[in-house]
């Protein structure tokens, strides 16, 4: 029930993990044979032999229990399956070690890929939000109270950066941070005398996997890059997720969740497929005022699991000697949840950012709403060339508090006000109007624009 | 595979969290039955249908990916397996959070049931422990570095403490801070007008679970107090853990594991049931020196992961209005993994603590290979009443200086000193004795031994 | 710059935990002078010297980078302060751990002690607004959506409960849960022979604090006890501000904070002496129309702060057999931080509770401006036993998505309905009526209150 | 006292951070000035006043909880204490987060500097130890539990490896992360009409920093990007200093740190200066025999509290709108402690590697005290060809078993084994040589090295 959010196309399931062991053993077993280390034929026997589907996942759970880790009682089991010669190949000289850090490597190379689909497809949903409401004018907030207006392209072009620039963390760990993990009982391939280098090169070609220059089996900061880069990615996404729910409070009004579900180039649509009774999603029978925003609730929902989880990846890289007793165990689960959280957000938010219906109306009505108390500031500097900055000042503020008392819009205060008999209602009226105070919104949102258009380029 | 150290009698799968989902939603049903809400029958139709192996935990997922919760799908799916009239009854006047939070609650109950049987049984285990080895003398250790001597009975006893500790926290819990959680859509139990609370009385009696003086769904104090006496448990466990692995190190040898799976009282045994070649608990038929301690890293590999998960649960308090967008969300997983791993780690901690094997005759042997420095401080005071306080410091601390650079027993040392010649051997002899210089060593075993005894009568 | 929001009467400064050290060591010195362990007059000759007054934090400090804790160059600068036979007096038989763990527990002592009064105000504060808006209709919030009514009591009920148990958290780990800790080298008082027991008593007297069992300085429950409590102040406190950063928002307007700095009961005003000139606190003379709830945000920027230290306490208790080498060390921020942010929360949040503006009036606007959709459940319920039940459910909501779409009352679209042409207007209207749709909150808010008194009364 | 092992080349002082801010400022008006918009002179007078010693930091902390954070206040007071037509340059157009921000980024850029220079010249030293102990064959420990041999040289360069990695994630954040904060009050810079994006570059440019493509106030992966930056430091050190702790027991004695305090490249040596009666670090008068790690207990201290403080970031990035309720404020002091731990963390390590002393003689009796039982797999290997594998598998593993049993060495069993009579002693010997059972070593140290040098030559 806890994972009631997952989705995306990542698949970190105990059997994806024990399939990515099997081929990590099987790569083993083909690399063996072209070093000449094993009889030819033993690295396609146990390719062969080496398929999830074929194991009993509580059987090797129950082995785990006796050597505290999945590996030797797979490897026993796999032999089994192999048989005769070819048996000999399976797991040779390699320690449990290597086999989980490296399947570990593959699950998260599956999940970085995944989830960059989801959070590319998010970003040029953000970019088409920016270009679309580059002049969609509202009321900025801050602290959560009104302040003065911006543009809904600006919001959505601060979406975009945190976007792209999570996807550049997911691509930077992806090309430069996965390696394959290969040492032996200790981290120095002992067994293999001189011949552990190359065979550590060719089990990296048979994973597509960089060799890296030593071991890192005690050297954690690879595993940590993972973690951090998926972390990058809830990160950005929940402030998107946190801003939508808030923008869609009913009292606000300015967003609301589209349907879900279109299965676009993020491949993330969750579709009941109950058929037509089934409710629209984050809708209420009972409730019919109620648009939940689903989507943005369950990135929240996996965002914020994401900090505490981390928190223990990056602990655990205190490891003991050559193998650590309890700091690499504790590393699994949480790097895998992480995973699985950010990979699910992922594709939650890609659906929340493509389908996000905004009303700029609704902007406009809760701009207007103000009574041009935001613009107050703007005021006061327009009147101080008139009046004298100080006299403008204390004309303004006394202006904008006799407004928020009263609830009459600062407008019609000041104009009823004698003092400023003299100054043309035309340019008060310039003052008060949001959509020539907008500052740098325009050139931000350009700017946030071909930044995304040059990633798109070139990666 | 993350999970492979998943052990203990507590069950908080998927199936059963929705178990108790469905318990808790059979329970309404009987409660509504009770106070004349719903037609004679409806509870006993509703508690025949509340069977999880009669659902689709699939199809439960993607219904909850469409309301953010698996509530409303399941009651849905629940409503049409009882048919008929007596499906009004399903969740009538409920809203999600009423029968996920209660259903959490039931999780919580079984899990620290489960949890206390097995740190009970653990605690017995050090009490024994404590009581066996009161004279076991055994060089203290402080910062890693052999300081003066202990024994092996206080070390016991200081675990002992901790779990009776735990215990206590566990059963506090327990019996004042469950309840029951249901308030309808917005914690008013508004559709039911004048009938709440008496609803929620007989919804509680039901379950066998305290009522609340008012709803807590987003007053969350109930859920870190179980969340934190999990905690207090992993970290009771993880103080005897450490200790394990750094007395067992080859080098230092005074306990090791033993061969674990003897289905104790705590009923936590791990049976691999594999037949004759399964390799012995620890052991590793390629290195015939390696008695890992699986149980410990167990411990350790749980007890690692549970502060970020809390840390998780009590940011999640911070929950918006009468029903949080997110951060009730981000609890489910965290709570159930900290019950989960909680109750793995009693489970493990009762193996290892009952099963340790001691070797007082090694604890000797380290204390006399330390060649007399431990004693050191010892020996100035009884220097100082012959020599004088500062002589005999000054003396003894060249003396001490010597032994370590040379490795030649402090006793030696000193006995070849021309400026002792005057002081007799015995004298000398008896400040070295480690057996003598143990302080309050015994009063504290028996002052432990005693609350243990007091707890387990009294409860 | 970063405990800018330090508030409230616990001092945990360095000096003040100088001080407690100071206190530790005297407080010793006079139970090894009752103990007839040191001569006559050493107990007063440290207690006059230890004043943290005159010491040097700098160069404490400096001297503690030599051994790694600060208590060796504090004990000898203090031998030396004292001078003469009474010196020896000075941390006789006492090893580092003792005087940082027992100071540790003086400092929390007081921190509970100041926070429960901040606690205590806030919670007296609630029950205060509790009581007042027991009849305050308000819009119920789920997911940031509107739902159903409730009344600003029942809130605030809400908030009393979570303060009341935060409140008995501090209170029982003030009673059974503070304890002097003293153990000598490694935990077993060596150097005092069989005077240890004895002497401990007599320490623990001297301080006002228990004697435990046995020593504690690896069984560190007692540090996450004083933690947690803590955590489940910020905790309760952040479920409030988080209420009150939203209810605050421009487009709500339900509460304003108070201006503050008003010294009630809490003691904790702040004050900022700044003269004429100062502004309001959370104006801002640039924007009229911004009321910045500074308080809530000082209450969450202190409470989000809370979870990543528990984990870091919660973690610390791996300790290595008699004194650990790096988890005893990282305890002693992360702890002294969440005393500080628990203490400034508490103060912050009495401030905040016992000062705030509930705009009634606006909280019946706002409901009113809802058009009736919160009730379309309860008109749906009235209308079925006129037209059946499922007849009533597909018209009212046909007829509260007319009214989603138009903006028109959910009432008059009724009314305009024929097919309710026989329905009496006055049944439409009681069931539109909010304040007839309350359930038990008034029962609610009665329970809260009196568990408050009860709670007042007997402590 | 919490702090007690700060330590390091950056200040992170509340003072240094004031000056930071005031730099802000400064810089701020000198651009203006540059852009034209405040008179001549006003970027000299403001920077003339920008002086942290000139202001009351207690002052400041209390105009700050006026309004959350003390900018606003130090705004005012720096204009008056500028004086005249100056003054009105002081904070123009920006807002309280932009110098907030700017600031943190200013005191990132001073840490990451003096934390790169002491994690070099820990890089420096572990290299050298790589390269001296090349040859320094000890016995690899995996579990704690003795396994097979390795060599020294391979475990620094381990070490080398994790600090190389996090060396470069310092320079990457310091090239590609850092930039300016300057957005105005909702992040458009509204109140500078066009003028914006130049006043930003000028801003940027007199700041030495890049000026972001759009604000980033609410955007907040820059600031992970730094906590992780750091985090990564800890790491790396946290993985040395544990080894260092196990390797410096008493029982083990492999290790042992320096005395510390040498002012090497890093320059971080810390100086007592306290005379001669100053005790040696780690030493400790009453116990000889301890020579405690101060240095990797001091990393360990630090290191551990940054997993937690992380957490607490990176949960801060979910900040609402255009500035945060809370999650900004949050972020303030756990950004601060990460700069402080990690440098301190660095300057130790730097200490603890360059100052390790390695006993390359007892490591060498250490694998000799092992009895030959780390070579049992060579020897099967060994004998294999002569007898057959499963027989060689069932002699050696009867042998090694009788070993452990006995205490006789492997060797001696395997001679006196009449079924080996056959075998020569010589080709036994050689297969219980561990210099000969190395495998890579030789090549990972050499590839680490290589991997070392080209970084120092390349950056």
């Known amino acids: 029930m806890g994972s009631v959010f997952a989705r995306g196309a990542a698949d970190t399931s105990d059997t994806a993990w024990l399939q990515a062991m099997l081929d990590t053993e099987a790569a083993l077993a083909r690399a063996l044979e072209r070093a000449g280390l094993v009889p030819a034929g033993s690295g396609a026997a146990v390719t062969a032999a080496a398929n999830a589907a074929d194991f009993d996942l509580a059987q090797v759970g129950e082995l785990a229990a006796l050597t505290g880790n999945p590996v030797p009682g797979l490897a026993r089991l796999l032999a089994r399956a192999v048989g005769g010669q070819s048996a000999r190949a399976v797991h040779r000289g390699a320690t449990s070690q290597d086999i989980m850090d490296t399947s570990v490597v593959l699950l998260a190379r599956r999940a970085i890929d995944a989830t960059s689909g989801d959070v590319a497809a998010a970003a040029d949903g953000a970019a088409r939000l ?96 993972i ?62 005022n109620k648009n939940n925003p689903v989507a943005a609730i369950a990135v929240l929902g996996c965002a914020r699991q994401v900090p505490g989880l981390l928190a223990t990846v990056v602990a655990s890289a205190e490891q003991e000697h050559q193998r650590a007793a309890g700091a690499w165990h504790a590393e699994w689960e949480p790097l895998r949840d992480i995973l699985r959280l950010a990979g699910s957000a992922a594709s939650w938010g890609s659906d929340l950012v493509r389908g996000l219906q905004v009303d700029a109306a609704r902007m406009e009505r809760n701009l207007a709403a103000a009574g041009g108390l935001p613009l107050a500031e703007r005021v006061t500097a327009a009147l101080a060339q008139a009046l004298g900055g100080p006299r403008a000042h204390d004309l303004v503020g006394a202006a904008a508090a006799k407004s928020v008392a009263s609830g009459v819009p600062l407008r019609d205060v000041l104009l009823a006000d004698p003092a400023l008999e003299s100054v043309p209602a035309e340019r008060i009226d310039l003052a008060l109007d949001p959509a020539t105070y907008l500052g740098a919104s325009d050139t931000f949102v350009a700017a946030a624009l071909e930044a995304h258009t040059r990633r798109n380029q070139h990666g």
């Open 227 to 288: 973690a951090t880069a998926m972390a990058r990615v809830t990160a950005a996404l929940s402030k998107i997720a946190r801003d939508v729910t808030l923008l869609a409070q009913t009292e606000v009004g300015e967003v609301a969740e589209g349907a879900g579900g279109s299965a676009g180039p993020g491949g993330s649509a969750g579709s009941a497929g109950s058929g037509g009774d089934a409710p629209r999603r984050g809708g209420s029978s009972a409730m019919p």
């Open 130 to 225: 920016a270009a679309e409401h580059r002049g969609s004018v509202m009321i900025g907030r801050t602290l959560l109270q009104q302040a003065v207006p911006t543009t809904f392209g600006v919001v959505a072009a601060g979406w975009l950066s945190g976007l792209d620039a999570a996807l550049a963390g997911l691509q930077a760990v992806r090309e430069t941070r996965l390696a394959v993990q290969f040492g032996g009982a200790a981290g120095t391939l002992a067994s293999f005398g001189p011949d552990g280098p190359r065979l550590v090169a060719l089990l990296a070609e048979e994973l597509g996997l960089p060799a890296p220059a030593l071991p890192w089996h005690t050297e954690r900061l690879r595993i940590i890059d």
